[in-house]
T-cell receptor, first 113, second 113 residues
Framework: AQKVTQAQTEISVVEKEDVTLDCVYE???????LFWYKQPPSGELVFLIR??????QNEISGRYSWNFQKSTSSFNFTITASQVVDSAVYFC??????????FGTGTRLQVFP | KAGVTQTPRYLIKTRGQQVTLSCSPI?????VSWYQQTPGQGLQFLFE???????NKGNFPGRFSGRQFSNSRSEMNVSTLELGDSALYLC????????????FGPGTRLTVL
């Protein structure tokens, strides 16, 4: 069975702090895909990144970076110099080739000015 | 390019009624998936359609059904509404079959009284 665990229910930081959101996944498939989505108060899920299981390169996009480690089944997300606009619920998700998209329970990030 | 659109955005129904939600995917996308989001259960997969065929189905009772039209637009129907069906229903579209990245709409918030 596939599973995504986001152990951090809620994180609060002050603006300009760095913050890391943890994601641990379980799957028996050798080919799979990992995603991060952001859900602001408006409710719409916004796609942030997709990673294939055969590509372990870390990725940086502006203030966002992702650390994918197959050895620990983790796909962590770091926001550098957080801003108030980063406040949202962040979801990690997993999908195999022919299966459905499985979401973690989400981490609510609150960034205070 | 316009994003995924969902109608209506808000809906109030009473127990026992039925409801139909609509989703228009991003132009050119042929796959549509539906999710239910509640505070208690999180994001749960309902079903996925590709080229008018249901490709995957989640663990929901038969009261939940869906369909996809030849123009890729999709509808989901919930019959005999229960209080527990109150949720945010999210639709997502992707270009083709799994495991394309899914892009989400703003959701329909259903309240059952």
């Amino acid at each position: 069975a596939q599973k995504v665990t986001q152990a951090q229910t809620e994180i609060s930081v002050v603006e300009k702090e760095d913050v890391t959101l943890d994601c641990v996944y379980e799957t028996r498939d050798t080919t799979y895909y990992l995603f991060w989505y952001k859900q602001p108060p408006s409710g719409e899920l916004v796609f942030l990144i997709r990673r294939n299981s055969f590509d372990e390169q870390n990725e940086i996009s502006g203030r966002y970076s992702w650390n994918f480690q197959k050895s620990t089944s983790s796909f962590n997300f770091t926001i550098t110099a957080s801003q108030v606009v980063d406040s949202a619920v962040y979801f990690c998700a997993l999908r195999s080739d022919t299966d459905k998209l499985i979401f973690g329970t989400g981490t609510r990030l609150q960034v205070f000015p | 390019k316009a994003g995924v659109t969902q109608t209506p955005r808000y809906l109030i129904k009473t127990r026992g009624q039925q409801v139909t939600l609509s989703c228009s995917p991003i132009s050119g996308h042929r796959s549509v998936s539906w999710y239910q989001q509640t505070p208690g259960q999180g994001l749960q997969f309902l079903f996925e359609y590709f080229s008018e065929t249901q490709r995957n189905k989640g663990n929901f009772p038969g009261r939940f059904s869906g369909r996809q039209f030849s123009n890729s637009r999709s509808e989901m129907n919930v019959s005999t509404l229960e209080l527990g069906d109150s949720a945010l229903y999210l639709c997502a579209s992707s270009p083709g079959r799994a495991p394309d990245t899914q892009y989400f709409g703003p959701g329909t918030r259903l309240t059952v009284l």
